[in-house]
């Protein structure tokens, strides 16, 4: 193996969403050198940050169709009952909810969770509260993709916080998506939520590091867990 392909395969390839504010940065910080090195350092760290935040990294994912994968980096902030986004029609009986809270340092492409279609896809405007709160996920801005699943109506919600300003989702209705494939992304910190149906069985616990396309969050016909509200 060549020095050039070391190099290569070492390097975290970056997502194109990414570019355009790469490009930005870099510019400021080359006009700010002709008047301040102090500038200069902050500009540089600033675009060297950007570039590591849309960092998207190759993942390898699991292909049993029983298993539902993690659709962000980040920590398992919550899992327990809760009621699916409103715009999804999906009822009003609980679902099975598992959380992943993604920091400014955590990669933010989201993955499908699931292999299925996309029946649908809603957006809805909201509030900017910090994304680890219980309640943003009903007040915040979110967007929610529906994916029917040959083990029942899948639900992924992408939801903005504190910093997060903008949410990205590149899916269509109608679409078919593997789980794994890449269908959006939030910036700089937030949310994604998981709604399952009460027969899945969890596979992580709260607190637990995961891995977007490669952590297993819950499964399909597997012993399934008691879960208990807490207030």
Same mark, same amino acid.
């Given at each position: 193996? *060549?020095?050039?392909?070391?190099?290569?395969?070492?390097?975290?390839?970056?997502?194109?969403?990414?570019?355009?504010?790469?490009?930005?940065?870099?510019?400021?910080?080359?006009?700010?050198?002709?008047?301040?090195?102090?500038? /200069?350092?902050?500009?540089? %760290?600033?675009?060297?940050?950007?570039?590591?935040?849309?960092?998207?990294?190759?993942?390898?994912?699991?292909?049993?169709?029983?298993?539902?994968?993690?659709?962000?980096? =980040?920590?398992?902030?919550?899992?327990?009952? %809760?009621?699916?986004?409103?715009?999804?029609?999906? =009822?009003?009986?609980?679902?099975?909810?598992?959380?992943?809270?993604?920091?400014? /340092? *955590?990669?933010?492409?989201?993955?499908?969770?699931?292999?299925?279609?996309?029946?649908?896809?809603?957006? +809805?405007?909201? $509030?900017?509260?910090? %994304?680890?709160?219980? +309640?943003?996920?009903?007040?915040?801005?979110?967007?929610?993709? $529906?994916?029917?699943?040959?083990? =029942?109506?899948? %639900?992924?919600?992408?939801?903005?916080?504190?910093?997060?300003?903008?949410?990205?989702?590149?899916?269509?209705?109608?679409? *078919?998506?593997?789980?794994?494939?890449?269908?959006?992304?939030?910036?700089?910190?937030?949310?994604?939520?998981?709604?399952?149906?009460? +027969?899945? *069985?969890?596979?992580?616990?709260?607190?637990?590091?995961?891995?977007?396309?490669?952590?297993?969050?819950?499964?399909?016909? =597997?012993?399934?867990?008691?879960?208990?509200?807490?207030?």
């Amino acid at each position: 193996m *060549s020095l050039i392909d070391s190099v290569r395969k070492t390097l975290v390839p970056v997502h194109n969403e990414g570019w355009p504010l790469m490009a930005a940065f870099a510019a400021t910080t080359f006009i700010v050198s002709y008047f301040s090195d102090t500038l /200069f350092w902050i500009g540089l %760290a600033l675009t060297l940050w950007c570039t590591y935040f849309f960092r998207d990294p190759q993942r390898v994912t699991p292909t049993d169709e029983r298993l539902v994968i993690s659709p962000a980096d =980040g920590m398992v902030s919550a899992i327990g009952p %809760a009621y699916p986004p409103r715009e999804l029609g999906l =009822g009003d009986r609980e679902m099975l909810r598992i959380s992943v809270f993604m920091n400014v /340092f *955590s990669v933010h492409v989201n993955r499908a969770p699931v292999r299925g279609t996309i029946e649908q896809i809603a957006y +809805k405007p909201g $509030k900017f509260l910090n %994304a680890d709160l219980d +309640k943003a996920s009903s007040e915040n801005e979110r967007n929610s993709l $529906k994916i029917s699943t040959p083990n =029942g109506d899948v %639900a992924v919600v992408q939801i903005a916080g504190l910093i997060a300003r903008r949410i990205v989702c590149w899916a269509g209705e109608g679409q *078919s998506i593997g789980a794994g494939e890449r269908f959006g992304l939030i910036r700089f910190g937030s949310r994604v939520d998981v709604f399952l149906p009460h +027969k899945a *069985s969890v596979r992580v616990a709260v607190g637990q590091t995961a891995i977007a396309g490669e952590t297993v969050l819950a499964e399909f016909g =597997g012993e399934a867990l008691s879960l208990v509200r807490v207030a």
